[in-house]
């Protein structure tokens, strides 16, 4: 089945450390994204990559990192710098070449700070 | 930059009760709209969307939306809501063409009584 998988589902970090979160697609799309969702504030978008080796910043990048070396993986890492990392992060993918299409979901990456 | 309210941010219905969840988009040119809906434990579906055509939209599970240009508005609505939807819907955006990333409401967490 195509779809998109991220790892763990549950995740606790001490304060201080950095982690990292993994997003996996076979569904042969160009673009993925992270989104940060938070109670009452919907989804805000942290990274976004239209094509392999290139990615940008969204609207609450900082204390963020992303790579993305293979269309298939769009690893997200939570930084040190981060000052309120405790949130359900999810990932979603698209295919923007083919024009207007909607995004696919992962079922997220519930992360605690401990 | 394109913002999405979703002004209704609980609701509380009771079975067969009629539906109608408010999302207001702000940007002047031409946009895409989805509505997404997250089930408890479950990960982010598309309801239904709407690129082009028909402004009144039909989703799954008996949904429909309208969007209205000139209100900048695309309601979602059902006529005879179940205790399965149960759930938390965001309407998103984005700018049509350019298959760029979905801006999102904060989201309206629906409550069925059976």
């Known amino acids: 089945d195509g779809g998109i998988t991220q790892s763990p589902k549950y995740l606790f970090r001490k304060e201080g450390q950095n982690v990292t979160l993994s997003c996996e697609q076979n569904?042969?799309?160009?673009?993925m994204y992270w989104y940060r969702q938070d109670p009452g504030q919907g989804l805000r978008l942290i990274y976004y990559s239209q094509i392999v080796n290139d990615f940008q910043k969204g609207d609450i990048a900082e204390g963020y990192s992303v790579s993305r070396e293979k269309k298939e993986s769009f690893p997200l890492t939570v930084t040190s710098a981060q000052k309120n990392p405790t949130a359900f992060y999810l990932c979603?993918?698209?295919?923007?070449?083919?024009?207007?299409?909607?995004?696919?979901f992962g079922q997220g990456t519930r992360l605690t700070v401990v | 930059a394109q913002s999405v309210s979703q002004h209704n941010h609980h609701v509380i219905l009771s079975e067969a009760a009629s539906l109608e969840l408010g999302c207001n988009y702000s940007?002047?040119?031409?946009?895409?709209l989805f509505w997404y809906v997250q089930y408890p434990g479950q990960h982010l579906q598309l309801l239904l969307k709407?690129?082009?055509?028909?402004?009144l939209v039909k989703g799954i599970k008996g949904f429909e939306a309208e969007f209205i240009k000139s209100k900048f508005s695309f309601n979602l609505r059902k006529p005879s809501v179940q205790w399965s939807d149960t759930a938390e819907y965001f309407c998103a955006v984005n700018r049509a063409g350019s298959a760029r990333q979905l801006t999102f409401g904060s989201g309206t967490q629906l409550t069925v009584l059976p």
């Open positions: 940007y002047g040119g031409t946009v895409n």
């Open positions: 569904l042969n799309h160009d673009a």
């Open positions: 979603a993918s698209s295919t923007p070449g083919r024009g207007d299409t909607e995004a696919f």
């Open positions: 709407y690129f082009s055509g028909d402004p």
